[in-house]
């Protein structure tokens, strides 16, 4: 996560006291919601940093997102045409909705599917007077989450164009479609990459369609990393889901841990970690020529130290070392560890253990090992992380950042006793040992004003370029603790709307927990729905 840069972005944000834009502000006060026959009749259009119909009214555009199961496609064909039916666009409208950004999957149109579904939805929303955004949420040659890919990938791109032109094609003349978001959340490396294949893709497009919107995203996620594209008819879309740690509270999607879910809105969050030291453990300076417990002597804990993370350090002629199965007792009891018996794997990389990661120098190199057959004391194990080198040193840390998960709560004076299973079979004049390092947290303030000073960065950008601006995700995990996820909900509405911007709720429906939708498969969570309801009108 490129969280550093966005956090002095808002850090810088938040010391000079920026305000909502008085001029946007205003403007909420000519805000249109479509009726069913005006939200059909023409196509929108842009005027300065208004989105605006034929008439001249100003159409802000505010809903839900439909992703339409994307995920779950890929054991499930049909999952796209069960996520919603119009009885669930006719409640939306009952709410206020009056936009739906609905998610595509780029495999959903190698058969039918896809027109069929996008055919529903024209249908569904010109009965019911709902604006439609495309949302080509996976995007080639994904098969899931994940963007990465099509950088370096001409053909997909090729393809990936040669897509949005026959869905333009097909749909040119439905003005009840507002506009194609091209790719969510694209996030090169390089940030031009994205940039060209905008302009591409848009061009492209306006070779078959000359009238919809198009919904551009930033190169990067953590900031407002925009360009204008060569089109007139564009609006700039972000995703706000800040603060990470409550919206995403319980989510084991993006790191190899779940994210904690011991942080309230409003409330102090953690923001993220940093060493103040370490403390020692045991060190071994002999050949182990069979599976070995050891265990450390007790560790106090100094002061000004938060968390502990187990390290692992060798050094000299080592040959080979390979550790297995960690435990730690504090105060007396045992600690709940992440990945101890190390099976699991990174869900960044299968090839590696979850939550660990090496560095060396010399000519010390690393692997997780599951071809060694661990038979005294570790016959149910199948992997075990490895070291090797003879002139040098490495080290396998676990992964510190604000995913918690693998750290170990402290606090001064707390007695820690380190234990793990050896195994060194030719090390020769070589030191290697179980460890700590300690950690502390850096922790941030969140509110209401916060939440308006997070925003400012964008609307400053769009009011100096003079664009039409639209937050197309935010939302919170039904595990925030307490009611985190419905002040949040509430408090993020209230300042979008004080700033007269479009928006759109993540999500509408979802199947399992923990969930962001307004529905857990048929069960309506209705509170999130009333929250919903308030900040429409």
């Not at 780029?106 to 249908?123: A, H």
């Not at 960065?457 to 009011?463: D, I, L, M, N």
Request: net charge neutral; hydrophobic share 40%; charged share 20%.
């Amino acid at each position: 996560m490129q969280l550093n840069l966005r956090a002095q972005v808002l850090a810088c944000c938040l010391a000079i006291g920026l305000v909502m834009s008085t001029e946007l502000a205003q403007a909420n006060s000519e805000l249109v919601s479509p009726k069913a026959s005006e939200a059909s009749s023409s196509f929108l259009t842009v005027s300065g940093s208004k989105i605006k119909d034929a008439q001249g009214k100003v159409i802000t555009l505010r809903g839900v997102n439909i992703h339409t199961y994307y995920y779950q496609y890929q054991w499930d064909k049909t999952a796209p045409l069960k996520n919603a039916n119009e009885t669930d666009i006719k409640y939306l409208k009952s709410l206020g909705v009056n936009s739906i950004r609905l998610g595509l999957h780029w495999q959903y149109f190698q058969s039918s599917l896809g027109y069929q579904l996008i055919d529903n939805y024209v249908k569904w929303c010109e009965n019911a007077g709902i604006y439609l955004i495309l949302d080509m949420h996976v995007v080639p040659p994904e098969t899931a989450v994940g963007q990465d890919r099509i950088w370096n990938n001409a053909n997909a791109q090729q393809k990936f164009i040669k897509l949005w032109k026959a869905i333009a094609t097909r749909y040119a003349d439905k003005k009840i479609i507002a506009g194609y978001d091209l790719f969510n959340e694209p996030s090169p490396i390089d940030p031009q990459k994205w940039w060209n294949l905008a302009n591409t893709t848009i061009s492209t497009i306006r070779t078959v369609d000359k009238n919809h919107l198009f919904f551009i995203e930033p190169a990067s996620t953590q900031e407002p990393s925009f360009q204008l594209v060569n089109d007139t008819k564009v609006v700039y879309s972000f995703h706000d889901y800040q603060p990470y740690l409550i919206s995403h509270a319980g989510y084991a999607g993006a790191s190899d841990s779940p994210v904690p879910t011991e942080y309230t809105y409003p409330g102090v969050v953690l923001k993220n970690v940093y060493p103040v030291g370490s403390g020692k453990g045991f060190n071994v300076i002999k050949e182990l020529t069979e599976w070995t417990s050891i265990e450390s002597h007790e560790i106090s804990v100094p002061a000004n130290v938060q968390f502990a993370a187990l390290r692992i350090a060798a050094i000299g002629r080592l040959n080979n070392l390979w550790v297995d199965d960690f435990s730690v007792m504090q105060n007396g009891n045992p600690v709940k560890l992440v990945n101890s018996n190390l099976e699991q794997a990174s869900i960044n990389d299968l090839n590696l253990p979850a939550n660990w990661y090496f560095s060396g120098n010399g000519d010390f190199t690393s692997s997780w090992d599951n071809t060694l057959n661990n038979t005294q004391g570790l016959a149910t194990d199948k992997a075990s992380l490895k070291m090797s080198g003879t002139n040098g040193g490495g080290v396998w840390s676990q992964v510190n950042n604000f995913y918690t998960g693998p750290l170990i709560k402290v606090k001064e004076g707390d007695k820690l006793i380190l234990k793990g299973f050896f195994y060194a079979p030719d090390a020769k004049h070589a030191e290697f040992g179980l460890h700590v390092d300690y950690l502390t947290g850096v922790y941030e303030s969140y509110n209401k004003e916060r939440l308006s000073s997070d925003l400012q960065p964008y609307v400053t950008w769009a009011k100096n370029n003079n664009v039409p601006l639209y937050v197309g995700e935010f939302g919170a995990l039904s595990t925030a603790k307490g009611s985190s996820r419905y002040n949040l909900v509430r408090d993020k509405i209230s300042v979008m709307n004080a700033a007269g911007l479009s928006w759109s709720l993540w999500s509408y429906r979802d199947l399992g927990a923990p969930y962001f939708g307004l529905y857990l498969d048929q069960q309506l969570d209705q509170r999130l729905a009333s929250i919903l309801k308030k900040g429409l009108k």
